[in-house]
C-alpha cells in the first residue's frame, strides 16, 4: 500500500513561485513513475507533469518553462517548483504515483490571486 502526502501549496499571487512536495510511504518510490495533476474548479484534472523512475520528464504545454518537476529518490519525495504562476494555475494539485496501478494524493490547494 503505497501512501502520498502533498504539501506546499497556499496563496500567491501572480508572477509568484511556490513548491510542492509529495512523500511516498512504501518501497516502490524509486521504481514508480510520479506525476502532478491539478484539477480547477468545474474542470476536469489534468496532467501536469510527470517523471520516470529514470528521470525522464514531460510537462503540459500551459507549463512549460514555468513549472519544473523533480524527484529525491532517497527521501521517497517528488517536488514541482512553479514559477511565474498565473490565476489559471489556481487548482487543487494532486500527486500519483504509477507503478502497476496508480495511487494519488488528497491534494493541496494552490491559488493564484492578487
Known amino acids: 500500500q503505497v501512501q502520498l502526502v502533498e504539501s506546499g501549496g497556499g496563496l500567491v499571487q501572480p508572477g509568484g513561485s511556490l513548491r510542492l512536495s509529495c512523500f511516498a510511504s512504501?518501497?516502490?518510490?524509486?521504481?514508480?513513475?510520479m506525476g502532478w495533476y491539478r484539477q480547477a474548479p468545474g474542470k476536469e484534472r489534468e496532467l501536469v507533469a510527470r517523471?520516470?523512475?529514470?528521470?525522464?520528464?514531460n510537462y503540459a504545454d500551459s507549463v512549460k518553462g514555468r513549472f519544473t518537476i523533480s524527484r529525491d529518490n532517497a527521501k521517497n519525495t517528488v517536488y514541482l517548483q512553479m514559477h511565474s504562476l498565473k490565476p489559471e494555475d489556481t487548482a487543487v494539485y494532486y500527486c500519483?504515483?504509477?507503478?502497476?496501478?496508480?495511487?494519488w494524493g488528497k491534494g493541496t490547494l494552490v491559488t493564484v490571486s492578487s
Open positions: 500519483c504515483c504509477i507503478y502497476v496501478e496508480n495511487y
Open positions: 512504501g518501497n516502490i518510490f524509486s521504481f514508480s513513475t
Open positions: 517523471i520516470s523512475s529514470g528521470g525522464l520528464t
